[in-house]
């Protein structure tokens, strides 16, 4: 009997693992690639939402968790996963740079926005009012995260890489079967693939689309990230990652004509050289209509979990959802209100709330 089956190893599926590893909890993971929105992802992190320069979502208490956990993953992994790049929001005007020392006053966000105007350097960047600089910024790099921790696993016979068949899954009052499989809990983290998961369903994830490209640009030479209608984010070599778009009918994970066509659109705004697209990938965000992640136990059924709903910031969410999921489970610890799924029990038992 294992203490835990985990289903999906995304980022939630991997932070979580490492959370049971910490604790010494036994453990095994299924997972298939039918998800790709951690291995697509920019992989930033960023404490500040650069739209409306407003602090995100418990950043404070998110960063503070995520970077002892990658940087604890580095050593373990033995691999380069954390690249600390200054991130640089582009002014359109002098409205938003006097916006932007409006916000930088304001407490809880002083610590992250830099008050001095950084004047562009670069030639091929179109930035005549210059840039505002977010402070505790990067990029995790989430491909090589997702790679070496899958070898980690198979290394260890703790992974199997296949589809999670519903049909060969039970439930027990005390535990869970799934073909050969004894576990005392399942922690559910198929990230968008929760749509097919027949005891989740009912939680409304709505899913996101987000499209990126890879472009080869040799005269860009800029070693920070820049946003304006797009991010550029430098990845070396002259490689920079371009994106992201956000569409929400389709949900495949085919890179479309359209995001292209969007992206490269924004892009010329500001980028005056020249270069050349060298990949186009996709991936649903597993977004949540409140914007909040889904975290806890099913309301029926004893001892199966999710971990979802990380939208689009599962870098600096997964470690922090993954304390609280497991220090629920194990210490009895209450979960945060705005990430219980209990939020939306009403949805799973409509006809009683009808009564
Ligand atoms: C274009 C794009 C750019 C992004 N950029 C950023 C960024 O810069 N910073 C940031 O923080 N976030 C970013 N995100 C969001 C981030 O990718 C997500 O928040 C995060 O990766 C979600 O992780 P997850 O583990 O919940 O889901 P996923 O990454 O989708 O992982 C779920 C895993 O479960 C597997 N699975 C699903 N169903 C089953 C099943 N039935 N059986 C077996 N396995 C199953 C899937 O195949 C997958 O491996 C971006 C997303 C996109 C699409």
Known sequence: MLDYLVVGLGLAGISFCETLEKAGKTYHVVSDNSQQSSLVAGGMYNPVILKRF????????????????????????????????????????????????EAADKPGLENFMSTRIQENQNPSLD????FGEVLHTGRIDTAVLLASYTQYLQDKGNLTLHSFNFN??????????YKTIKAKQIVFCEGYGLKNNPFFQY???????????????????????????????????????????????????????????ELLEKLKTFLKCDFEIVDHVAGIR??????????????????LYVLNGFGSRGVMIAPYASGQLFNHIEKGANLDSEINIERFTKKYFPKKTLE
């Not at 930035?127 to 210059?130: D, E, I, K, M």
């Not at 039970?170 to 079967?177: N, Q």
């Not at 597993?286 to 001892?303: I, S, Y």
């Open 286 to 303: 597993p977004t949540v209509v409140d914007r909040r992640p889904l975290v806890g136990q099913h309301p029926e059924h004893k001892g």
């Open 203 to 261: 939680l409304p994830l709505n899913g996101t689309k987000g499209e990126l490209l890879t472009i080869n640009a040799p005269d860009y030479k800029e070693e920070n990230v820049i946003k304006s209608g797009v991010f550029t984010i430098p990845m070396g070599n002259d490689l920079y990652r371009v994106g992201a778009t956000y569409k929400w009918k389709d949900k495949t994970n085919a890179p479309t004509k359209e995001a292209k066509s």
């Open 127 to 130: 930035a005549p009012y210059g």
């Open 168 to 177: 060969h899954f039970k439930t027990f009052p005390d535990y869970i079967s």
């Open 54 to 101: 407003t602090l995100a979502w418990k950043a404070n208490e998110q960063l503070d968790l995520a970077m002892p956990f990658y940087t604890d993953l580095e050593q373990k992994l033995g691999v380069e996963l954390d690249y600390k790049l200054r991130v640089l929001r582009k002014f359109a005007s002098i409205e938003e740079q006097n916006l932007w020392f």
